[in-house]
């Protein structure tokens, strides 16, 4: 199965925290994705890292994966309240378009 | 910067009957998706669509759902008989060939009473 499985399930910081959230899998990857997810709205992808990449990053975000443990995380720097949202990941193994979600860990990101 | 739009953004129905939600995918774009989120649950793969028919399909797609490309802009999902478990947001999703990224569209919240 495509599916990761993100971990805390939950996870509550004050603005100007660091955020960190991680995620497993348990196929061979071609890349990884991460969404977020605002209640109630569609999911928007926030940044993409390939198998043969270990860390990208994009302004605030901060991916970084290893393929040897099927691991990826994601921290979001400095947060702030609009941060607050479901964040999830997406492992991406190439043969089927499908992008198969996780329960999210819910970021609450109080001011 | 194009985005993917569905509508309605709300959709109420009785028991039995048939809605249709629609969407209008990234102009561009060549493969299709539906996504359910039940309420407090993860987002589902239903659907995936390319060059005029479905390239697969989830168990949840059964017989009472359908889709279609009726004029080469709107994508639609049609459920031809509701139930209450089809209570759930609806999300329409494109991708185009050479990206990994699939743009989620805002969704349709349907409501089956």
């Known amino acids: 199965s495509q599916q990761g499985e993100e971990d805390p399930q939950a996870l509550s910081i004050q603005e100007g925290e660091n955020a960190t959230m991680n995620c497993s899998y348990k196929?061979?990857?071609?890349?990884l994705q991460w969404y977020r997810q605002n209640s109630g709205r569609g999911l928007v992808h926030l940044i993409l890292?390939?198998?043969?990449?270990r860390e990208k990053h994009s302004g605030r975000l901060r991916v970084t994966l290893d393929t040897s443990k099927k691991s990826s995380s994601l921290l979001i720097t400095a947060s702030r309240a609009a941060d607050t949202a479901s964040y999830f990941c997406?492992?991406?193994?190439?043969?089927?378009?499908?992008?198969?979600f996780g329960t999210g860990t819910l970021l609450a990101v109080q001011p | 910067e194009p985005e993917v739009t569905q509508t309605p953004s709300h959709q109420v129905t009785q028991m039995g009957q048939e809605v249709i939600l629609r969407c209008v995918p990234i102009?561009?774009?060549?493969?299709f998706y539906w996504y359910r989120q039940i309420l407090g649950q993860k987002v589902e793969f239903l659907v995936s669509?390319?060059?005029?028919?479905?390239?697969?399909k989830s168990e949840i797609f059964d017989d009472q759902f359908s889709v279609e490309r009726p004029d080469g802009s709107n994508f639609t999902l049609k459920i031809r008989s509701t139930k209450l478990e089809d209570s759930a947001m609806y999300f329409c999703?494109?991708?185009?060939?050479?990206?990994?990224?699939?743009?989620f569209g805002p969704g349709t919240r349907l409501t089956v009473l």
């Open positions: 997406a492992p991406y193994g190439g043969a089927t378009n499908k992008l198969i």
């Open positions: 196929t061979s990857i071609n890349n």
């Open positions: 890292i390939r198998s043969n990449e």
């Open positions: 102009s561009n774009h060549l493969y």
């Open positions: 669509f390319y060059n005029n028919e479905i390239s697969e």
């Open positions: 999703a494109s991708w185009a060939a050479g990206s990994h990224e699939q743009f």
